[in-house]
């Protein structure tokens, strides 16, 4: 299973972008599909999370309200739409993905993911 992550650019602060992931190698529905960040010289951090039919969304605190994550149409596809871009923002985003449900309310772990994506960079200038 490859999971391809794209739309990551340099905008100004207060800009939006639109990130898009697509897996491939899986036939079935990921239960799971997130997306995580990491700046340089900080670990990787939860962003956004949604169930495989978009019924369940989970957001970091820092990103509440300004960012939207949702699955697309076609099987194992997810999007962020991130506005009101701010610099701290900046990062490599990289979309995971889960086959199965979890036990409790672990998506904002990375460890519980099996499958990752490249990164795609943002980069938010001020």
Known sequence: VQ????????VQAGGSL???CAASGRTRWM?????FRQAPGKEREFVA??????GALYYADSVK???????????NT???????????DTAVYYCAGRGTNLS????SDKSRY???????LVTVSS
């Open 3 to 10: 999971l391809q992550a794209y739309g990551g650019g340099l």
């Open 18 to 20: 639109r990130l898009s």
């Open 31 to 35: 239960y799971y599909m997130a997306w």
């Open 49 to 54: 999370a949604t169930t495989w039919n978009g």
């Open 65 to 75: 309200g300004r960012f939207t994550i949702s699955r697309g149409n076609a099987k």
């Open 78 to 88: 997810v999007y962020l739409q991130m506005n009101s871009l701010k610099p701290e």
């Open 104 to 107: 409790g309310p672990y998506y």
């Open 114 to 120: 099996d499958y990752w994506g490249q990164g795609t």
